[in-house]
């Protein structure tokens, strides 16, 4: 990082790097409060389109008759995409087949950290939904780290903050495409955040801060403090949808648009870092977010038409009414793979009900066996994890 890379307002925020001389770090200034950004040029739009989008989605998913089975499904292709900005390799299927079998068994081996990305996601949204925006503090997101990183190849402490400099890019600081804060500045920088997390409009300003602004500042904010050794990437964006949950929108997940846009994500976000560009950041963030909308709308559409599907194909079945195979639409819905353990375990019923349900939803189409797996009999909903493999940006 040199400073000639730096705008002079940022260039100012430089101070030394003990541990490593003739280096420099930045300290962020605070995150930029609502008179700061309402001013930004040109971006009433996008913000707009996006916030209206979310509400659109809002309004869809408070009509459908099982959102949470939509939601199940969208934070493992979340988690999935997210991981593969890091570089790893699974796929929604290898992770659900892992998540079925608890094997992995043929896998690639980094699917326990695309899993490990789901337990993190998922304990945010419960503390979230549990607590509003008070869940938002220090110890959350050290949570969300100590759950990305648990069992993983880590070397450091999972969930604790670094007590080290590090920096982005290049193998040595000199070569560093940017440098954050020294490592006893991290805790004011993450109290900082913590109270845009926690963010209520204050008694003089004339205009709120758009959610969609927000999440932009946040994640651009947590990425230039860089709290953690690794991870910084995953934990930034699994802290979007938790904003949105917390004050009652269904979570979107952005990581198909910035995976898709990875370049101008990058590019875009060191202009924040490095010379204080808001406007142009805020702007990509936003038209993400309203394609990443349009792809949950559609996601939702397209597994309801799949559940209607095979619930019309069990109902000419012409079963007994209390017959267990009424119960697996829903579950395959949710659960796209699934052994005859899970089935049994998940519905209340007997290992032989189980295995003779999946058998009759191979034989009908609507699922179909995974061949790799010596130990387990794995099946999957080929319907829905095309869907789920749809690339983003797709109608």
């Not at 307002?9 to 409060?33: N, Y």
């Not at 110890?139 to 604790?160: C, F, I, N, R």
């Not at 910084?232 to 802290?239: A, E, K, M």
């Not at 406007?279 to 709308?297: C, K, T």
Request: hydrophobic share 40%; net charge neutral; glycine share 8%.
């Amino acid at each position: 990082m040199r400073k000639t890379d730096l705008s002079p307002e940022r260039r100012k925020l430089l101070v030394p790097v003990a541990s490593h001389s003739g280096a420099f770090a930045l300290i962020p200034p605070l995150t930029p409060r609502a008179h700061q950004l309402i001013g930004l040029q040109g971006l009433q739009g996008e913000v707009r389109r996006a916030h209206t989008a979310l509400v659109n989605l809002q309004t869809l998913t408070e009509g459908l008759p099982n959102p949470d089975l939509v939601t199940r499904t969208a934070d493992r292709r979340e988690a999935v995409r997210s991981s593969q900005i890091e570089g790893t390799n699974s796929g929604i299927h290898e992770l659900l087949t892992f998540e079925a079998t608890g094997s992995d068994e043929g896998l690639p081996p980094d699917v326990r950290v695309t899993l490990n990305y789901v337990t993190s996601l998922e304990y945010g949204l419960k503390q979230v939904r549990g607590h509003g925006i008070t869940a938002f503090t220090s110890d959350l997101v050290k949570q969300l780290h100590a759950h990305l990183m648990s069992g993983v190849d880590y070397t450091w402490t999972p969930g604790e903050f670094r007590d080290k400099q590090n920096w982005i890019g290049g193998l040595k600081i000199d070569q560093a495409r940017f440098v954050p804060p020294p490592a006893d500045k991290v805790p004011d920088c993450i109290d900082d955040l913590i109270s845009m997390l926690q963010y209520v409009p204050a008694d003089e300003d004339q205009i709120e801060i758009p959610i969609v602004v927000r999440m932009a500042v946040i994640h651009a904010q947590f990425e230039t403090i860089h709290p953690f050794f690794d991870g910084n990437g995953r934990v930034g964006r699994i802290l979007l949808p938790l904003m949105l949950a917390a004050e009652g929108y269904p979570p979107i997940y952005l990581a198909g648009y910035l995976k898709d846009n990875q370049r101008e994500y990058y590019d875009t976000l060191a202009g924040v870092q490095l010379e204080g560009k808001w406007a142009e950041w805020i702007r990509f963030f936003a038209i993400g977010v309203d394609a990443a909308v349009q792809e949950s709308i559609s996601t939702a559409l397209g597994l309801g038409a799949i559940l209607r599907k095979w619930k019309d194909i069990v109902a000419g079945l012409g079963l007994r009414r209390q017959s267990v195979l009424y119960k697996f639409p829903e579950l395959m819905l949710g659960t796209p793979v699934l052994t005859a353990h899970k089935a049994k375990d998940a519905l209340g019923i007997s290992f032989p009900s189980a295995s003779a349900a999946l058998a009759l939803l191979e034989e009908k189409g609507i699922l179909v066996q995974r061949e790799k797996h010596k130990r387990y009999r794995t099946f999957y909903a080929k319907d829905v994890i095309d869907l789920l493999n749809k690339p983003a940006g797709t109608a």
